[in-house]
C-alpha cells in the first residue's frame, strides 16, 4: 500500500533533529514510571518518596535537554505540549495520530532501557501495573525490535522510507512483537495513579496504536509529500 509512492526522507540534518526532539519526549513522558519503578526497587521505606522524585525530575531534566531544535524551557512538559501543538498547525488526522505513536514508542523504549539495565545489573524490575503483573521484559522485546525497525529502515538505502513509513513499519513490529504486553508503562502507570480501570486502559492502548497504524499506513499512500512537511517542522 505504502510502496507503490515513497515518501521522500528527512535531510539528514533535519532527521537528526526530528529524532533528537522524539527521544527527548520519549524520556519526559518516560519519568513517571521510571520514578515508580525505582520507588518499587527501594521498596517501603522513607527514601522511597526522595528517590522516586530524584529518578524522575532527572529524567525530565535529561528529556529537556534533548530537545535540540527549540531552546529548552523550565518547564519539560511544556516543551512537550509545545511541541505537539506547533506540529498539530501543519498535521492533521492519521498524519498526527502517526507522530503521537512515534513518542509513545520512544517513551516505551526508554523504559525498556530501564529495564534492561536493572536485568544486566542482576536486578528483576518490579511489574508493570497492568491486570496479571505483566512484566517489563515482554514490552522491553517489543520496544527494542520497534526501535531497530525503525532506524534500520530509515538507514538503509534499498529500502528509501521516509520517517513515517518507518514509522509504519515500526508501529506493526510493535504490535506483533508485543503481543503478551498490556499496554505502555506509562499509560497504564498513569491509568492506575488516576484510578482508571487497567482493563479499560488496555483497551484504550490497543484501539490507540491500532488506529496510528491503520492511520499512518493510509498516510504514506495518500500523502506522498509527508517527508517534506516533517522536513519543514524540523528546520
Not at 514509522?167 to 502507570?189: Q, W, Y
Amino acid at each position: 500500500m505504502t510502496g507503490a509512492t515513497p515518501a521522500p526522507g528527512l535531510g539528514a540534518r533535519a532527521s537528526a533533529r526530528y529524532r533528537a526532539d522524539l527521544l527527548g519526549t520519549g524520556v519526559v513522558m518516560a519519568a513517571p514510571v521510571t520514578g515508580w519503578w525505582a520507588a518499587h526497587l527501594v521498596g517501603p521505606g522513607p527514601a522511597r518518596a526522595g528517590l522516586t522524585a530524584a529518578v524522575t525530575v532527572t529524567f525530565l531534566a535529561l528529556g529537556t535537554g534533548l530537545f535540540r531544535s527549540r531552546e529548552p524551557r523550565w518547564n519539560p512538559l511544556l516543551i512537550v505540549a509545545d511541541a505537539l501543538l506547533e506540529r498539530r498547525k501543519s498535521l492533521s488526522g492519521p498524519l498526527l495520530a502517526g507522530h503521537l505513536l512515534t513518542q509513545v514508542a520512544a517513551a516505551t523504549a526508554v523504559a525498556g532501557g530501564v529495564a534492561a539495565g536493572c536485568f544486566l545489573a542482576g536486578i528483576t524490575p518490579p511489574a508493570v501495573p497492568a491486570p496479571g503483573g505483566v512484566h517489563a521484559l515482554s514490552e522491553m522485546t517489543a520496544a527494542a525490535a520497534a526501535v531497530i525497525s525503525f532506524f534500520a529502515a530509515t538507514c538503509t538505502p534499498t529500502l528509501r522510507m521516509s520517517t513515517a513509513g518507518a514509522s509504519a513499519l515500526a508501529a506493526a513490529v510493535f504490535l506483533v512483537t508485543g503481543a503478551g504486553f498490556l499496554g505502555n508503562p506509562a499509560v497504564v502507570a498513569g491509568a492506575v495513579v488516576l484510578g482508571l480501570d487497567p482493563a479499560l486502559a488496555l483497551v484504550i492502548v490497543v484501539c490507540q496504536l491500532g488506529g496510528c497504524l491503520i492511520g499512518y499506513g493510509a498516510a504514506t499512500a495518500w500523502w506522498p509529500d509527508i517527508g517534506r512537511r516533517l522536513d519543514t517542522l524540523t528546520t
